[in-house]
């Protein structure tokens, strides 16, 4: 398991600093596309009483929104890329099971992509935009761990489609901009909290605006967090395993 964790995590660097041209548009990209959304939004209501706090959500929301979609295309995205290259079903032979990979994947995913680029992110859009967003660490990671398993459930759900269909690149993009509108707005009624990273980004908007730290959230929005955590990840896998059974009883695990 160790050794799939590092495999992965290597094969990320290894990507990122060869295909460094794609690497660096796509960080400048999610740059410029946060400047649009910022700068548009304090244009329109700058002047607004209490406006500032908005703005802060605005970058909390949409680094968790990063985090999100880092998290579900890891998993549907790797299935397809795995497809595509003609080495889907000789990973489904490795001795190591697919689930076990499938867990090292989101693993380093989170690692590389979450912590080491999402957050650093945050920071630097924070520092060019003038906002000063204070977080406690402990809070923010535990925060973006829980959250993320429902991405990654919605990811499984995702791939398992993508065993049939082969390409689902289209539903991705659905998912990705649809998800844009539930990390930036806060649930205002039981059902919304179930939402995946909906409460997890409500939750992180608690503690970079009201500086609430990790013991002082109410108990319930803890039972929220995890409650919808693992209702995701659970479906998640569920459904995966029922597509991973019907592409095996197809044959069609070496097609694209």
Known sequence: MLRAFWANFWKNLIEFKRYYFNSITSIITILVFFYLIFF???AVGGGTPQFGETLDGIIVGYFMWLAFIFSFQGVSRGIIEEAQRGTLEQVFMSPISFEFQMISRIISDFVFNVLLATMPLMYFAAFTTGRNLT???????????????????????IGGIA???KRVSSFIEIVTFGSLAFTM??????LMRFIPMSQAAYMMRMMALDKVSLMEYPLIE????????????????LV???????????????QY
């Open 135 to 157: 977080f406690d660490p402990i809070t923010l990671v535990y925060l973006l761990l829980i959250g993320v398993m429902s991405a990654t459930g919605v990811g499984m759900i």
């Open 163 to 165: 065993l049939i269909f």
């Open 222 to 237: 803890h039972a929220y967090l995890w409650l919808a955590s693992f209702l995701y990840l659970s479906l998640g896998i």
């Open 240 to 254: 995966f395993r029922a597509f991973e059974k019907k592409a095996m009883r197809l044959g069609s695990l070496s």
């Open 185 to 190: 707005v806060d649930p205002k009624n039981v």
């Open 40 to 42: 548009g939004v304090k």
